[in-house]
């Protein structure tokens, strides 16, 4: 190549907008443009000739070894080697290109470096803008969600309301609930979402006749496939339910649907048995029986807690789950629930 032609070229190199350095076959530098000074703190001419791993920072010299070495080893076409660091507060991208002669021999490298600083600033601004938008949607719908729960709350007192048989009815079984949820299960969100689906396991109830739910006597076969509705309709109406983050929106609104099966198969709405049904679903079954035996209703007496927990010991394993109704027994025994 004329001399002319080389003084070009590397003038070209010099100006260009990217750091350059070329190495040998010994990772020598032997060219390194002044953008590529600028960025490694060094003169070309003082470090032409030192191996290159020398200008970069101790904690990134490993990174570079193995890229050179793979640039060396690999297939360049299968290997894209490129490193990011961080000097005097700006970072840069450099990418690790081969040199090979015309029989594929490996001759050196070149390493070509990028200020990326500004793209990384204009990244993090964007994480940050992602993450508060984040931050006030998560705080958007948890508002939300106190907004329906407040307005279920509403529903189920003016159900309670509407009888008077059930006041106070949801408060008292998601306390049992809860107790027995936390004798038997590990994980919180769950001990939450069996408490909160407790809270509202009724509220289906909304959508069946008061002349039905009011009934002093027994029900007929076409009424009670009304009530029969309500573990359904409850699933229903829940299903605006969002995300927050205690509550897991798809157990609780199984809770609800399954809380009138039976452990032997023999309930509604699904006839699902022993651990096909939620657990939730099961203890709910058992707080709900025994609040409902130890109040009055419309059709007869409140039964004594004595002889409410002699009618569910006697049903474990029939209609109620046998460990939970044991831990439910116990729990009694010990006064934790009364
Ligand atoms: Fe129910």
Sequence with gaps: MPNEDTRMLKLAYQQMPYGIIILNQRNEIIFMNQMAEGIRGRSAQIIQGNNVLSCHPQKIKEVVARSLKALREEDPKNSNRMTIDKRNDKYYETNYIPIKNNND????????????TEQ????????SHLKHFEEEADRLRAELQELFFSSLDSLIKT?????KYTEGHSTRVADISRKIAQYSCDVSPQIDTIELASQFHDIGKVGIP???LNKPGKLNEEEFNYIKEHPILGEDILAPILKPKSIKPKPMKKVIRHHHERYDGRGY?????????PIGARILAIADSYDAMTTDRPYRNALTPRTALKEINSNLGTQFDPELGE?????????VIN
């Design 120 to 127: 990384r600033k204009l990244e993090e601004k964007r994480l």
């Design 269 to 277: 709405p699904d006839g699902l048995k022993e651990d096909e049904i």
């Design 159 to 163: 159900l309670e309301a509407k009888d």
């Design 210 to 212: 008061e002349s039905i």
């Design 327 to 335: 831990i439910f027994l116990m729990l009694h025994d010990k006064g």
């Design 105 to 116: 021999s490996y001759l050196g490298s070149m390493l070509i470096s990028k200020d990326i």
